[in-house]
């Protein structure tokens, strides 16, 4: 699990009314545009446009498995999706610019079924699908202006008033700005709404075509019912994002159990994998009391030894942990995630070199993923021993070609470069990383000394070429 940032701007969120509030900032406060409002008034934007975001492999391939279904049948190419963790422990999700779904570490901690976190999913596949992050930014857009205008006809009578010097002129003026902008602001909230309540039935739809229940959506709407059962009772309805919970589940609920699919259940196979997943991300994630509290001590279940584990190599000395990880191998040898484990808590207490068999192991079970092998690039970068700097700049582009945000993977990739003596790959190598974490100007001056050095049409010429010639979209 390698903690990675991003910066984004999502869109939609699978989150219940009353839930934590946003933070505002003293800009939020001071400006009249309605379409910051409406961003911001959504509780799962508040705090993303910079957000921690966390990688792990196995994860990201249960979700994966989850989604290719429901992908299908709406008609997108999964190659094109990306999918992020956020290590927070609310139960969300959301979309951003239309091929990037972010889910919560609570969402899938929380849900006790694999059916529960689908129907999660699904929505949020149907925003993808129905382009709703373009459709929401032309309608804002449309409020925006209608909110403008109005309140320049606002300000032309307060200034009148005022001229004139009737004051109550002045304050009705003052009134219809302040009206205007609160009827554009709902005017975006009703479409956003009835926006959510479409994704909500394209959801059951998605799933009755690929024979899954919508019963675990229910349970979790169910959920975010209780959870704010006397908060809604004081929550004006016409300043949500999002229908009411209580409201969502009687749109449905005739719908799921009149489906033939309503009485089936998860594939076996599917639920031990959600349990394994869940155990890891609260051994990663939670307080060792906290996993005890999950996790009894007597509790000998596969998902408990691995949270076990994972929380033993985390806050102890690695030889207890390695026992405990060395049981699940045993258990299930093939099991590529348990021999990542194992390279990771080596690794990361310092012996690139014991680190290496079991990485290469876990690369030999899982030859697709990006990131186990981007894990391998550095622990043979680690060692700085020369017969292993091949080996390594081959994992890490291979890796890195299907991980391309991986800032890390691009840092490991330089050093490769170093050691072998070869600047120019390893200036643009630095260039990458710094592109992928954002900071532009630095990216830039790297790729240009590359460029310097290499020769012109080349592939790595042409690809630090992009980074010089890179310029930043405009904010409108």
């Known amino acids: 699990m390698r903690p990675e940032f991003l910066r984004s701007k999502p869109h939609s969120a699978w989150k219940e009314p009353g839930a934590a509030k946003p933070r505002r900032s003293s800009l939020f406060r001071r400006t009249a545009a309605v379409a910051l409002a409406v961003m911001i008034a959504d509780a799962a934007l508040g705090a993303a446009s910079a957000v921690s975001i966390v990688r792990d492999a196995e994860t990201e391939a249960l979700i994966k498995t989850y989604l290719a ?72 857009q449309t409020a925006k202006t209608a909110a403008l205008i109005a309140a320049l006809i606002g300000l032309g009578a307060a200034a009148a008033g ?32 009835a926006q959510e309540s479409e994704a909500d039935r394209e959801a059951v739809h998605y799933l009755d075509k690929t024979g899954q229940s919508g019963a675990g959506m229910l349970k979790t709407l169910g959920r975010f ?129 014991e680190s290496i068999a079991p990485l290469r192991k876990a690369v030999t079970l899982a030859p697709k993923s990006g990131l186990i092998r981007i894990l391998l690039g550095q622990a043979l970068v680690a060692t700085e021993k020369p017969g292993t700097l091949d080996e390594a700049i081959q994992n890490l582009t291979i890796g890195l070609q299907a991980e391309p945000d991986v800032s890390v993977g691009y840092r490991a990739l330089a050093r490769a470069h170093a050691l072998q003596g070869d600047i120019a790959l390893a200036e643009l190598a630095t260039a990458q990383g710094y592109f992928t974490d954002g900071a532009i100007r630095d990216a830039k001056g790297h790729a240009a000394r590359a460029q310097s050095k290499l020769k012109r049409g080349t592939p790595a010429w042409i690809r630090a070429d992009d980074i010089v010639s890179y310029e930043q979209p405009k904010i409108r």
Request: proline share 6%.
């Open 69 to 140: 279904p429901i992908f299908k049948v709406a008609g997108i190419r999964s190659e094109n999706r990306q999918v992020f963790l956020i290590p927070d422990q609310s139960f969300n999700a959301f979309v951003a610019d239309g091929s990037k779904i972010f889910v919560n570490v609570g969402a899938i901690v929380t849900a006790e079924t694999p059916g529960e976190l689908i129907g999660v999913l699904a929505h949020e596949t149907a925003h993808v699908a129905h382009g709703d992050l373009g459709r929401i930014k032309q309608q804002m």
């Open 162 to 193: 005022a001229a004139a010097g009737v004051g109550g002129l002045a304050q009705a003026g003052s009134g219809l700005i302040y009206g205007s902008q609160t009827a554009a602001q709902r005017s975006v909230l009703s479409y956003r709404r």
């Open 225 to 353: 019912a209780n959870d704010t059962l006397f908060s809604s009772r004081t929550i004006n309805s016409y300043v949500l994002s999002h229908p009411l919970p209580r409201e969502r589940i009687v749109a449905l609920e005739e719908i799921v159990k009149q489906s033939p699919n309503y009485s089936r259940t998860d594939p076996p196979e599917l639920l031990r994998r959600h349990k394994m997943v869940q155990a890891k991300l609260v051994g990663f994630t939670w307080s060792p009391d906290k996993i005890d509290r999950r996790y009894a001590r007597n509790d000998k279940s596969r998902e408990a030894r691995y949270a076990r584990a994972i929380a033993a190599y985390l806050h102890g000395p690695l030889s207890p942990a390695l026992k405990l990880i060395d049981g699940l191998i045993q258990s299930e040898p093939g099991n590529p995630y348990f021999w990542e484990l194992k390279g990771q808590a080596i690794l990361e207490r310092g012996s690139p070199a």
